[in-house]
């Protein structure tokens, strides 16, 4: 199936680092959301991003959608221990296909 | 407001048997999609619904369909189930389709 390029795959930090991970793609996207998954749990939506150069935040979260449409980044600031999981990027094409295309996502370990 | 929900969260069957697995959307969500996620490819979408209509859907065979109730809950069914079948399996819903969508815990299907 089709899927985003997400790096890095795995990350292992010390609690209070800044983290940093993107996802591009061949193709034009008109949404970019990034997820957190947990052990045994469905993806939480974190952030999304509906136009081009949009850069939100939520909390310590930072996502930003990229100018050619085709990469999006998020950034962790301060780390701390439940920021442990695995963090998805998907994007929904530009037209009237609302299906979602995934990374593989970034394992993120924060060692206290 | 009550989140996605899916059941049943654990479910194991033998080659060759059938599946059926429920999704409750939230409340005023009219879209469902459904989503395969297994190590190798992440997440694969499988098919939308809204309005008790298919809109949308992924690059899966046959046995695998789904269908909408007027209630906006959703079933999936898996037939002549395989080995490479095992997977999460992950309902989202959305208000009328769009981003972003929202996930259930998903249910872990084991075949043997």
């Known amino acids: 199936g089709q899927q985003l390029n997400q790096s890095p795959q795995s990350m292992f930090i010390q609690e209070g680092e800044d983290v940093s991970m993107n996802c591009t793609s061949s193709?034009?996207?008109?949404?970019w959301l990034w997820y957190k998954q947990d052990p045994g749990e469905g993806p939480v939506l974190l952030i999304a991003?509906?136009?081009a150069g949009e850069l939100t935040s939520n909390g310590r979260l930072t996502a930003q959608f990229g100018i050619t449409r085709k990469d999006s980044f998020l950034n962790i600031s301060a780390s701390i221990p439940s920021d442990v999981g695995i963090y998805f990027c998907?994007?929904?094409?530009?037209?009237?296909?609302?299906?979602?295309?995934w990374g593989l996502g970034t394992s993120l370990a924060v060692n206290p | 407001k009550a989140g996605v929900t899916q059941t049943p969260r654990y479910l194991i069957k033998t080659r060759g048997q059938q599946v059926t697995l429920s999704c409750s959307p939230i409340?005023?969500?009219?879209?469902v999609s459904w989503y395969q996620q297994t190590p190798g490819q992440g997440l694969q979408f499988l098919f939308e619904?809204?309005?008790?209509?298919?809109?949308n859907k992924g690059n899966f065979p046959g046995r695998f369909s789904g269908r909408q109730f007027s209630n906006s809950r959703s079933e999936m069914n898996v037939s002549t189930l395989e080995l490479g079948d095992s997977a999460l399996y992950l309902c989202?819903?959305?208000?009328?389709?769009?981003?972003?969508?929202?996930f259930g815990d998903g249910t872990r299907l084991s075949i043997l």
């Open positions: 991003l509906y136009k």
């Open positions: 409340s005023g969500h009219r879209s």
């Open positions: 989202a819903s959305s208000e009328r389709g769009g981003q972003p969508q929202h």
């Open positions: 193709s034009i996207f008109n949404t």
């Open positions: 998907a994007g929904d094409h530009a037209g009237n296909n609302r299906k979602l295309i």
């Open positions: 619904y809204f309005s008790e209509t298919q809109r």
